[in-house]
């Protein structure tokens, strides 16, 4: 069976300062890697995804994250947060075209 | 290009009650997943649906069916209502074999906010 871990509840930062969420999953087959951000009262917006090929994975709004097959981990980066990160953002993991599973979240606040 | 529709946006409910919620997916995409958000957890999988056949189903119980149509629309009914199945339902769709996806990425629509007194 297949879980996420989503290591940090909630993530506060200053403004410009770097940030990573960080992600691990168990599975015994090999896996596809997403991260979605959930802003108040809307649905999940897909960030990047992991399928195969390079480790290093880019997303929208100038997140990235990296896949790491040793530690089983798939943290999220983003060198200088904005204020209107200011999120929800969930590691999910799946097999080829079946359900995904999700991790508890992990709550990112950015202040001034 | 229009994304993942879903209708309605809000509902009330009370306990017993049916609900059927109802989920458009992205243009060319032809499979549609259903997942229950409960508040501050993640989503959790409910059942998808290919070929107007349900594919795979998570761990919820019989209350919940689901159908698809011919135009790859579909429905999440939920029978006999309780308290607990307050939450926000999230339809998602992927691009299978038709849209020339393999399913992996799924795409989702704003959710469907169900309270049930």
């Known amino acids: 069976a297949q879980s996420v871990t989503q290591l940090d509840s909630q993530v506060p930062v200053f403004e410009e300062a770097p940030v990573e969420l960080r992600c691990n999953y168990s599975?015994?087959?090999?896996?596809?890697l997403f991260w979605y951000v959930q802003y108040p009262n809307q649905g999940l917006q897909l960030l990047l995804k992991?399928?195969?090929?390079?480790?290093l994975v880019k997303g929208i709004n100038g997140f990235e994250a990296e896949f790491n097959k040793s530690q089983t981990s798939f943290h999220l980066r983003k060198p200088s947060v904005h204020i209107s990160d200011t999120a929800e953002y969930f590691c999910a993991v799946s097999q080829a075209g079946t359900a995904l599973i999700f991790g508890k979240g992990t709550t990112l606040s950015v202040s001034s | 290009d229009a994304g993942v529709t879903q209708s309605p946006t809000h509902l009330i409910k009370t306990r017993g009650q049916q609900v059927t919620l109802r989920c458009s997916p992205k243009s060319g995409h032809d499979t549609v997943s259903w997942y229950q958000q409960a508040l501050g957890q993640g989503p959790q999988f409910i059942f998808q649906?290919?070929?107007?056949?349900?594919?795979q189903r998570g761990n919820f119980p019989d209350r919940f069916s689901g159908h698809q149509f011919p135009n790859y629309s579909s429905e999440l009914n939920v029978n006999a209502l309780l308290l607990g199945d307050s939450a926000l339902y999230l339809c998602?769709?992927?691009?299978?074999?038709f849209g020339g996806g393999r399913r992996e990425t799924q795409y989702f629509g704003p959710g469907t906010r169900l309270l049930v007194l």
């Open positions: 649906y290919y070929e107007e056949e349900e594919r």
């Open positions: 599975s015994s087959v090999s896996v596809y």
């Open positions: 992991y399928l195969s090929g390079s480790t």
């Open positions: 998602a769709s992927s691009p299978g074999l």
